[in-house]
């Protein structure tokens, strides 16, 4: 009888454990793509400020 139990709360838990998983592995896919593309976008701006700086300082 108590096999059975275990059995059946492991089986119970399981489709929750996974679709918890998958959620994760998602969300964290997503936040690190905006983190590097933030990253991205930062450093292409210092390069487009410094480039409208040069050319001002030229003027």
Known sequence: MLENFWANA?????????????????MRGIFRADRNERKAYTEIEA??????????AAE
């Open 10 to 26: 492991a089986f119970s838990l399981a489709p929750t454990l996974l679709v918890g998983l998958i959620f994760w592995f998602i």
């Open 47 to 56: 390069v487009e400020r410094a480039k409208f700086e040069k050319e001002r």
